[in-house]
């Protein structure tokens, strides 16, 4: 069993940055397609980014590609999500997600954590 705790949450404005981070248990992270996405209010949960196990590939939604840059320390178990010119529809619950066969699919993401909410003000 993975958990993963995600931090970095909070409200920032229109045009500013944060980093997010996601901390997981267990001895296995590095062997682990690490995933980000986030649900606004009265939206579905949709894909931010993705990275592999060794971090040679990177994935990421159109809506924040070129923004938001998504990173990982194996030997610290942890990854990230820097976020940079953040706009009032990143509003929303980050969740950090582990190990899945299709880095873009949530359905195929075996452990998540509980979310980190985000409100970017206008």
């Known amino acids: 069993q993975v958990q993963l705790v995600e931090s970095g949450g909070g409200l920032v404005q229109d045009g500013g940055s944060l980093r997010l981070s996601c901390a997981a248990s267990g001895r296995t992270f590095s062997t682990y397609v690490m995933g980000w996405f986030r649900q606004a209010p009265g939206k579905e949960r949709e894909f931010v980014a993705a990275?592999?196990?060794?971090?040679?590939?990177?994935y990421y939604s159109d809506s924040v590609r070129g923004r938001f840059t998504i990173s990982r320390e194996n030997g610290k178990n942890t990854v990230y999500l820097q976020m940079t010119s953040l706009k009032p529809e990143d509003t929303a619950v980050y969740y950090c997600?582990?190990?899945?066969?299709?880095?873009?699919?949530?359905?195929?993401?075996?452990?998540w954590g509980q979310g980190t909410q985000i409100t970017v003000s206008s």
């Open positions: 997600a582990a190990d899945s066969s299709l880095p873009r699919s949530e359905v195929r993401y075996k452990y």
């Open positions: 990275i592999s196990a060794n971090a040679v590939s990177t």
